[in-house]
């Protein structure tokens, strides 16, 4: 099944549903006209369709190896990966300064969802570097921009971010690398790094490590923890690749899925690095890195999910078996029109919630407010969580459309499964996300996510007039969101964290129900129809979602450990 990829989809959201005009209005992002936005999706959406999804299934099929030291990656991807670049799409969102076109997050929002859709084992590559290329533009020296940034916004080099260590696992605090300073102003980093995902290729002539590591008599734990820039290979005079770093990858992780794309064990032996941001700083310089990654990662789930999507529909479409009704397709027998339904529904809600993040992020970086950069970081876990959780259950729905045939791996519905159960682990698991939004993005009290529960009623009080229904079923769900939202604000870190996963469930249930209502006030019967099918079926889950966050840690620690160890 060829990958088309969705513009309608995009425009619409565009037009109808973030109010992304109001980006193209900022003086930062003027340039960025409907007209050139709708150059750049035509193109990235070729470029997906035509180069990079054909290497989807051959490079499952021919997975990264480890030889004699050198990563061999699959057949085609170094061709893949220098379209990729050449077309300037590593650096769509980087500063100009260093060659980057300085496009808006939602609109590179949109092309990385559609190179993920094609081969996420490859898009992995470029997302890694576009964070790197944030992080350094923040927090490096102008030392280190000039002679890195245009080498990776250009993509003729690769980033990477180096933070787990066998171990620490998702405690970071944890980790033993060590930074030693030299004379020179540099430093020597010595530690293993694990899951470094495209820690080398052998067709990049050089990859930039970014690398947590503890200075001597740094503090214990997070406070005590710096970033350093560490290449594979030192740049000479020329700032061309010199000699090699004391560094190697040590072996390839063999992964449930992604096999394309190499996961390192990284070894650094008194490797040269620079300090990257002030020393016991890096996690601050760090998590600039990783919240650009989980944007990204969340649009990878919503990716792969729409790839599998189109799959599913199309075997649907196809197959005919049983008693179904007209063409005697399967797609006519109501449980398989109900999974399709939902997949595509739910497709929608979470794409229109990435873009929704996105455009915050774009208002914040024009403007400075401090509402928007608010509703940006309320925004990120959301994206993260409800578009990796969108991909996996619908690339789950799509085997199942396909039957025995689905489990079978020359249909190629099983790898879209695979591949996509990375992405709720990636940048923080789905839990740690969770977590995060019910705690330091409720520091303010709840501000940020009241300012957007006011927005999302009154929209539903705009809608009455031609969606009364919906409208007041959104406004009903949007209302019992806000009274969880204020229980929750006022009680224990623990009673907070055991109903976190719940609560950020169902609030992404409210905004995909408000993003729906606003398709169905603006779209035709299609976007009402399937408006109607969320917001009547879909969103009632927040009811028992929200049960579940205002249930607090009592009930979870009364059962013992022996009782969850018992047979």
């Known amino acids: 099944m060829p990958y088309r990829a969705p513009l309608n989809d995009y425009r619409f959201i565009f037009e109808n549903v973030v109010g992304f005009s109001r980006v193209a209005e900022t003086e930062r992002f ?42 061999r990656t699959s057949p085609g991807f170094g061709d893949g990966y220098k379209a990729i670049a050449e077309g ?40 890694l570097s576009q964070g790197q290329i944030e992080a350094l533009e923040h927090h490096a020296s102008d030392e280190l921009k000039a002679l890195y940034l245009p080498k990776l916004t250009s993509g003729e080099w690769s980033g990477t971010m180096n933070l787990t260590e066998p171990q620490a696992g998702s405690d970071v605090g944890a980790l033993r690398t060590k930074a030693e300073p030299q004379e020179d102003g540099s430093y020597r980093i010595t530690g293993q790094k694990i899951y470094i995902t495209w820690g080398d290729a052998d067709f990049l002539p050089n990859v930039v490590h970014l690398v947590l590591a503890r200075l001597p008599d740094a503090p214990a734990g997070t406070k005590g923890i710096s970033l350093f820039l560490v290449p594979k290979y030192l740049p000479n005079e020329a700032g061309e690749p010199g000699e090699q770093n004391d560094l190697r990858v040590v072996s390839l992780e063999e ?37 650009n990654a989980r944007l990204g990662v969340g649009a990878q789930g ?15 479409m196809d197959r005919v078996q049983g008693k179904a009704s007209g063409s005697g397709a399967i797609v006519e027998h109501a449980d398989v029109r109900r999974m399709l339904t939902q997949m595509k529904a739910d497709l929608f809600a979470a794409r229109s919630i990435a873009l929704m993040n996105a455009v915050a992020i774009d208002m914040a970086a024009a ?71 019910v705690a330091r993005k409720m520091m303010d009290g709840g501000e940020a996510a009241f300012s957007l529960i006011d927005e999302i009623q009154s929209q539903a009080e705009e809608a009455r007039a031609s969606h009364e229904a919906l409208a007041q079923k959104v406004w009903e769900a949007t209302e019992a969101l806000r009274e969880t939202t204020e229980w929750l604000a006022e009680q224990e870190m623990q009673d907070r964290f055991a109903g976190a996963v719940p609560y950020l469930y169902a609030f992404a249930r409210v905004l995909g129900g408000a993003a729906h209502l606003r398709a169905a006030q603006k779209g035709d019967a299609a976007r009402g129809a399937f ?37």
């Open 367 to 437: 403007t400075g407010e401090a509402g928007w950069k608010a509703r940006a970081a309320l925004l990120t876990p959301i994206t993260k969580v409800f578009g990796t959780e969108t991909g996996v259950q619908v690339a789950h729905e799509g085997v199942q459309i396909h039957g025995g045939m689905g489990f079978v791996e020359e249909t190629g519905a099983a790898q879209f499964s695979r591949d996509a159960r990375i992405t709720p682990i990636y940048e923080g698991t789905n839990g740690i996300q969770a977590m995060d939004l």
């Open 302 to 316: 919503i990716g792969v999910g729409e790839r599998a999507y189109q799959h599913a529909v199309a075997y649907a």
């Open 531 to 567: 408006a109607a099918f969320y917001i009547d079926r879909l969103l009632p889950e927040h009811r028992a979602l929200l049960a579940q966050a205002r249930a607090g840690a009592k009930g979870l620690y009364s059962i013992s450990l022996d009782d969850l160890t018992a047979a």
């Open 88 to 127: 300037g799409w590593v650096g769509m969102a980087a500063n100009p300064d260093h060659g980057g076109m300085g496009l808006p997050m939602a609109v590179t929002t949109a092309v990385n969802e559609m190179l993920s859709s094609a081969c996420l084992s490859l898009q992995l590559c470029p997302l």
């Open 255 to 291: 992964k449930m899925g992604i096999h394309a794309s190499p996961t390192c064990v990284m070894e650094f032996d008194g490797a040269t690095g620079w300090l990257v941001g002030g020393p016991n700083k890096g996690m601050a310089a760090m998590f600039t890195m990783m919240n």
């Open 30 to 71: 003027a340039e960025a006209t409907p007209e050139l936005v709708e150059q750049i999706l035509t193109e990235a959406a070729r470029l997906s369709e035509e180069v990079i999804a054909p290497l989807n299934w051959p490079g499952d099929r021919n997975p990264a190896k480890l030889e004699n030291g050198v990563v």
